[in-house]
């Protein structure tokens, strides 16, 4: 079945320590997005992503960086620099440079910190 | 330029019906509806590309109106698995702008 998929489901980051997301897709999509959301509150975009080896900056994308080197994955990584991580993250996708496409997300990353 | 939504929250018995608004300051193209159930990923529901078009998905329709840059969600016998939180989308160069949600609640 084609998809989006994020692991892990859940991850703990130490004070100090990166963190690397994942999302593969499995549906030809060109483009990838990767969002943050906070306890009762909306979705913002940190990353987008509309070819491989191209990506980006949205909303918040301070403490984070991302990479595309295939078109089936779009990696996010939290850095150090980001201080207050707590939060659940999606990644989604959709195709054709995603214009006036639906948008497919992945089951999210829960990340904590210890 | 996030759109906004109203109202924040609704809460409905089995049966009743809602309405939700989505305006945005820029001009529209295309609207996207998405429902959040708790925990879960956001799921598409609909989208409408043209102005005054209508769409229907089960019981749940929606108009856009390019005009007045809104777009309303129309809930019509609402069902226990209407709850979830609702989210519209527009169109910003190659990237969606989400609203600032609805909940939903919908009580036996």
């Known amino acids: 079945d084609g998809g989006i998929t994020q692991s892990p489901k859940y991850l703990f980051r130490k004070e100090g320590q990166n963190v690397t997301l994942s999302c593969e897709q499995n549906l030809n999509h060109d483009a990838m997005y990767w969002y943050r959301q906070d306890p009762g509150q909306g979705l913002r975009l940190i990353y987008y992503?509309?070819?491989?080896?191209?990506?980006q900056k949205g909303d918040i994308a301070e403490g984070y960086s991302v990479s595309r080197e295939k078109k089936e994955s779009f990696p996010l990584t939290v850095t150090s620099a980001q201080k207050n991580p707590t939060a659940f993250y999606l990644c989604a996708s959709r195709g054709s440079r995603g214009i006036n496409q639906p948008q497919h997300f992945g089951d999210g990353t829960r990340l904590s910190i210890l | 330029q996030q759109p906004v939504q109203s109202p924040q929250a609704v809460i409905l018995r089995e049966g009743e019906d809602a309405v939700i608004n989505c305006s945005s300051s820029?001009?529209?193209?295309?609207v996207h509806w998405y429902r959040q159930k708790h925990g879960e990923a956001p799921v598409f529901l609909m989208i409408l590309l043209k102005g005054g078009e209508q769409k229907g998905h089960d019981k749940i329709s929606a108009s856009f109106n390019e005009k007045k840059q809104q777009s309303s969600l129309y809930l019509t016998a609402s069902q226990l698995s209407y709850s979830g939180t609702y989210f519209c989308g527009t169109e910003n160069t190659d990237k969606l702008i989400f609203g600032t949600g609805t909940r939903l609640q919908v009580f036996p």
């Open positions: 992503s509309q070819i491989v080896n191209d990506f």
């Open positions: 820029k001009a529209l193209y295309s």
